[in-house]
Structures are given as C-alpha cells and as structure tokens.
C-alpha cells in the first residue's frame, strides 16, 4: 500500500490531547494517532451507510399486513436459522 506525506495544522490544545495519548502508550507516534482516528471515522462512515440503506429498504419496502407479534416472530427465527 502506498503512503501519502502530508502536513496538518491542528490547535496547541489538540496537540496537547495527542501528545497525551502518546504519553499515555496507547500510540507511539502522531501519525500512528492520526490513522487510528481515520480507521474509526471510516469505519463509522460504514456503518452510518449501511444503516441509511437498511432504513431506506424499510421504507420502499410499504406497509406490512403482518401483526407486530408476526414481525417478530419472524425476526426471531431469522436469527435463529
């Protein structure tokens, strides 16, 4: 995989925060910091995109004639095949 140099600017009391958590052991370094933080964000990302296409399923999917104790009956063995 390829690697990019790249320069940030970020507030004394944001490099502060970093050089906490280095000093803390759970990073060695700033860029180590750095790419945990962008790991979370897409894999936040992610999860908010599958979450908006399930919501969106839901939504074209209509109404339900099924009662919500047949809803969740039916989730129920879903899970449990």
């Known amino acids: 995989m390829g690697t990019t140099r790249k320069t ?41 995109a599958n979450m908006q296409k399930l919501v969106t399923e839901g939504l074209e999917s209509g109404i339900s004639d099924l009662t919500v104790d047949e809803i969740w009956e039916q989730a129920r063995a879903k899970v449990n095949a």
């Open 8 to 48: 940030i600017t970020v507030t004394d009391q944001q490099n502060d925060w970093i050089k906490s958590r280095i000093a803390s052991g759970a990073y060695t370094n700033d860029s180590e910091f750095l790419r945990d933080l962008l790991r979370k964000d897409q894999e936040r990302a992610g999860k908010i």
